[in-house]
């Protein structure tokens, strides 16, 4: 019999696996934003020195992972296992990153949820005694993105005014079995969630509802209020998708004072002309492996629920007509165990 499920969808893990180490990489346009001051290393040509946008992004992901290990004093060798996915086809960005580490690696697709995903699966691993370490990665790379779910940018397509701008960057955390906190303490898995909505340029709305039933379910499973978190982010929803969430709980007479997300953190939205704000595997990546997680480390939050949301669709998918199935991971994090 089990006892660390609570309810349908959330884990309680019994010996929390500390971060021990984080760390990002963004591009140039990331690193004009207002969080600038919390990314490890703004790199201001968006190649990364390779030859192709999808090389520069399993660049990206080698030097989020270098760093984070630097960062926890460990060598890679010392890794039990690696979770890390991308937004590629097949998730080449991480599989060519991952090439020559001589790590067990298990390769995720979570889309925009994938540091939640990666994050929940290394911490449950560790919980269950079947290592001592494991790393959790991600990435999205503007110019990637654009060419495999949009446009080439030599096409200069017109972005309508729901669209979000796909994150340069890469996240990376390394979790130890034992050590000092913050502390993965609770998973909650999330289910699909189709609403019907059928504009790829719309993500936000489209996953505002996965938002809004796994955040709900975790609330309920822990019978937690909100306000038990000093911080709960989504990641990314974007500007409209963030009033959809929070029009969703205010209906049920909840107000979410202490909500923000991710896609709405990273850019200046007006002044980068970002439209509704950041996406991307990357986007929730590097504003939690920077600004919450250090901000933690501050001492400016005990506790963070951190919500990745990730939307399920493939240029097959649009092209057929199909509507978007969406993802939300919930993982609680906090300063003590």
């Known amino acids: 019999m089990t006892t660390k499920k609570i309810g349908r969808q959330t884990v309680a893990l019994a010996n929390p696996p500390s971060i021990a180490g984080h760390a990002n990489v963004v591009g140039k346009k990331e690193g004009e934003g207002p969080l600038k001051n919390s990314f490890d290393h703004i790199e201001q040509d968006d190649t990364f020195g390779e030859k192709s946008w999808e090389k520069a992004e399993s660049a990206m992901q080698r030097m989020a992972l270098a760093s984070a290990l630097d960062k926890a004093k460990q060598p890679v060798s010392q890794m039990d296992y690696i979770f890390a996915g991308d937004l590629l086809n097949q998730c080449i960005g991480t599989g060519f990153a991952v090439r020559g580490q001589d790590v067990p690696f298990y390769g995720l697709y979570g889309a925009c949820s994938t540091m939640a995903e990666s994050l929940s699966l290394a911490a449950m691993m560790l919980d269950g005694g079947y290592g001592e370490w494991a790393a959790a990665m991600t990435s999205s790379h503007f ?57 790829a340029n719309n993500m936000g709305a489209a996953m505002a509802p996965a938002a809004y039933a796994t955040i709900k379910a975790h609330l309920e499973d822990l019978g937690r209020r909100p306000s ?30 202490n909500l923000d997300d991710c896609g709405t953190m990273i850019y200046d939205l007006e002044a980068q002309d970002v439209h509704c704000g950041g996406s991307g595997c990357g986007c929730s990546a590097v504003v939690l492996t920077g600004y919450l997680l250090n901000g933690m480390r501050a001492g400016r939050w005990k506790n963070l629920l951190f919500c990745g949301t990730g939307a399920l669709l493939s240029p097959t998918s649009t092209q057929q007509g199909e509507s978007i199935p969406c993802i939300c991971h919930a993982v609680a994090i906090s300063t003590q165990k």
Do not use: M
């Open 143 to 199: 110019c990637s993105a654009e060419r495999q779910y949009r446009t080439p940018l030599e096409y200069g397509g017109q972005r309508t005014p729901t669209a979000q701008w796909t994150v340069t960057g890469s996240g990376c955390v390394i979790l130890a079995r034992e050590g000092e906190g913050p502390y993965v303490t609770h998973v909650t898995t999330g289910k699909i969630v189709d609403k019907g909505i059928k504009d």
């Open 228 to 257: 038990y978190y000093d911080l709960i982010v989504t990641g990314d929803l974007g500007a409209l998708g963030k009033e959809i969430l929070l029009d969703a709980f205010h209906r049920d007479g909840v107000d979410l004072n």
